[in-house]
T-cell receptor, first 115, second 114 residues
Framework: AQSVTQLDSQVPVFEEAPVELRCNYS??????LFWYVQYPNQGLQLLLK??????LVKGINGFEAEFNKSQTSFHLRKPSVHISDTAEYFC?????????????FGSGTRLLVRP | DGGITQSPKYLFRKEGQNVTLSCEQN?????MYWYRQDPGQGLRLIYY???????QKGDIAEGYSVSREKKESFPLTVTSAQKNPTAFYLC?????????????FGSGTRLTVV
């Protein structure tokens, strides 16, 4: 069965420091991978997605992620974070469902940026 | 602008009451989804619908019901059979059959039992 594991429930970091949020997935088929961000009491917003091609994917707000097939990972990175990046981040994998597909989400990582 | 509208933003339910959460989209998406979010548990799929007049149970459908009479609308009813309904509920939509598109989410409804 497909699943997504986000290893860190919370990541504290100082402003302007780099950050990496970890995501590992398990799947027996080719996957599409996504990172979403959720600000308090809001819905999820797509940060970036990996479909195929280059393993380094760039997204909005200066975030990027690298797909590593051998390690089944899709870690999210940002070289210098801002206070406004404080939010919850979800990794997701797309899996077949009936004649369509569904997204399976990890449990989320709360990024806390401190001044 | 196209998007998904969820209402109300906050909802309070008394014990034994049924309540209905609204979800409307103007993206012309075929598929719609309801997720429940609890702290530390990520998102869990309640129901989904890929076409009008058809819907399927997700992973935690017990105590919930849905309808899909129009392409634009996918309301969720939280029934009195749902023993622990306090949570944040998210509606999403996508193009049917396109796994590389991802979902568009609404801004959520926070339901609290009083």
């Amino acid at each position: 069965a497909q699943s997504v594991t986000q290893l860190d429930s919370q990541v504290p970091v100082f402003e302007e420091a780099p950050v990496e949020l970890r995501c590992n997935y398990s799947s027996s088929v080719s996957v599409y991978l996504f990172w979403y961000v959720q600000y308090p009491n809001q819905g999820l917003q797509l940060l970036l997605k990996y479909l195929s091609g280059s393993t380094l994917v760039k997204g909005i707000n200066g975030f990027e992620a690298e797909f590593n097939k051998s390690q089944t990972s899709f870690h999210l990175r940002k070289p210098s974070v801002h206070i406004s990046d404080t939010a919850e981040y979800f990794c997701a994998v797309s899996v077949p469902m009936d004649s369509s597909y569904k997204l399976i989400f990890g449990s989320g990582t709360r990024l806390l940026v401190r001044p | 602008d196209g998007g998904i509208t969820q209402s109300p933003k906050y909802l309070f339910r008394k014990e034994g009451q049924n309540v209905t959460l609204s979800c409307e989209q103007n993206l012309n998406h075929d598929a719609m989804y309801w997720y429940r979010q609890d702290p530390g548990q990520g998102l869990r799929l309640i129901y989904y619908s890929q076409i009008v007049n058809d819907f399927q149970k997700g992973d935690i459908a017990e105590g919930y019901s849905v309808s899909r009479e129009k392409k634009e609308s996918f309301p969720l009813t939280v029934t009195s059979a749902q023993k622990n309904p306090t949570a944040f509920y998210l509606c999403a939509s996508s193009m049917r059959g396109t796994s590389n598109y991802g979902y568009t989410f609404g801004s959520g409804t926070r339901l609290t039992v009083v």
